[in-house]
């Protein structure tokens, strides 16, 4: 028995006086992975997964160089790096037998723009499942260096008489974001409209891929920007700008990125499609371990992830905040999460908050029934069933779909029972029936 191969076991497992006692043989030689991929008799053991060069696509990366996927049967697993957004949406529409790909590390709102037909070619829906959440805060708004001298931080009203002589003498002022209706565009016009600075009248709020951040920043394009991590830091250490905030400060363990993938690949394949999602789990619950962060951050770093310098990731991802204007904080109390307080859980009271952002700036129209769409779209359910079947302790799974009320740091609360009540308060929207 010990000269056997995992492929040769299980391409003899047909026989059940062989599996049984192969499997008892195994499980005393130390090859759990071939008896769960066996237990979950997935129907393929390939998928095409997509990730942009964020520190938030780590769980993938993980779940790909430390052998989760395979320990769950999905042998044959790529994860291919898309060069933005729009490219990572219209390889999810071209599917992996366009020689698209199935599923992706994905702004949370997106899988519901596609599912809604209100981002994709032709308005075409392209169905999607959120099977989890894959990290909690951990984003940032940056500013130029030109406006160092204002201090902005959370209050962007600091900008604002800047920004009217500008709009008063013609000027063009950008902020960017890396996908409209995305949790980058959302997070930077919240921030915006806080301060009583209108995204549609007073600046001009336009994407940008995420690694392209910091070289736009450079020459001038643009006033501030809102990205995922590395590339506020990268900004940091290159002095070409500051930090104003971290999104962890606007809303405390704020869900961002999520594990999305196409809802007809996920019917016809269920088992694989726990199996991937188990092996994802898992690398969340590795990469949550403050010990394994460091080689976390120098496995993302490689030339064949992000190709970024390891010193741009490695502090943020620790906990340590160098804001790039005299101020660093260390053990962060908002920084980037994987596994704990629910991180990876889908609650869908934030799906709510996504959809409900959405409808105020008129990305999706006021008609749309939130909550349905939430309900096709939110897979707990299955996010669940994995928790089980890895043995999540009671304690790390939460008890219920909402996480209840959730403030925000200028006193606004949502109350995902009263989603149109939370909208009809917002003073600065623009609303599309």
């Not at 915006?192 to 001038?220: E, F, T, W, Y």
């Not at 129209?365 to 999540?392: G, I, M, Y």
Request: charged fraction near 20%; charge should be positive; proline fraction near 6%.
């Amino acid at each position: 028995m010990t000269h056997w191969t995992r492929r040769r076991f299980l391409i003899t497992a047909g026989s059940s006086a062989l599996v049984t006692a192969a499997g008892r043989s195994l499980a005393q030689t130390r090859s759990p992975e071939i008896l769960i991929s066996q237990a979950l008799r997935v129907e393929t053991k390939m998928a095409r997964l997509g990730f942009i060069a964020l520190t938030d696509a780590s769980p993938l990366i993980i779940a790909k160089e430390k052998g989760f996927f395979d320990k769950y049967g999905m042998t044959d697993v790529q994860v291919l790096k898309q060069a933005s957004w729009p490219v990572t949406r219209d390889n999810l529409e071209l599917g992996s037998q366009g020689g698209g790909i199935d599923g992706a590390h994905i702004l949370t709102p997106m899988p519901y723009l596609m599912t809604l037909g209100t981002i994709t070619k032709g308005r075409k829906p392209v169905p999607m499942y959120i099977l989890a959440r894959l990290n909690t805060n951990g984003q940032g708004i940056s500013i130029a260096n030109e406006y160092r001298s204002l201090k902005v931080g959370l209050n962007s009203a600091l900008m604002k008489s800047i920004l009217d002589k500008a709009r008063a003498s013609g000027k063009e002022l950008k902020v960017a974001m890396t996908f409209p209706g995305g949790t980058h565009d959302l997070w930077i016009r919240y921030w915006l409209a806080a301060g009583g600075i209108d995204p549609n009248r007073d600046v001009s709020v336009i994407p940008i891929p995420p690694p392209q951040m910091v070289a736009n920043m450079k020459v001038g394009n643009m006033e501030a920007f809102c990205v995922g991590e590395p590339w506020n830091a990268q900004l940091v250490n290159q002095k070409q700008g500051y930090t104003a905030l971290v999104t962890g400060e606007l809303w405390r363990d704020h869900p961002e990125k999520a594990l999305g993938l196409r809802k007809d690949w996920v019917d016809k394949n269920p088992q694989a499609a726990q199996a991937l999602l188990m092996a994802v789990m898992e690398a969340q619950q590795w990469c949550e371990k403050p010990a394994n962060r460091q080689e976390m951050c120098q496995i993302v770093s490689r030339d064949r992830w992000f190709r970024v310098p390891v010193n741009d990731i490695l502090g943020r991802a620790q906990g340590t905040i160098d804001y790039g204007d005299g101020r660093v904080v260390k053990n962060f109390p908002y920084a980037m999460k994987f596994w704990a307080n629910f991180a990876s859980y889908p609650f869908k009271s934030h799906d709510l908050w996504f959809l409900t952002e959405n409808k105020r700036w008129g990305y999706v129209p006021t008609s749309v029934n939130s909550v349905q769409v939430v309900n096709q779209v939110n897979r707990e359910d299955l996010w669940r069933k994995a928790a089980t079947a890895l043995k999540v302790p009671a304690a790390q799974m939460p008890k219920g779909s909402s996480r209840g009320v959730e403030a925000f740091f200028n006193g606004v609360k949502f109350d995902p029972s009263q989603p149109d009540a939370y909208l009809k308060s917002l003073k600065i929207k623009k609303l599309a029936t």
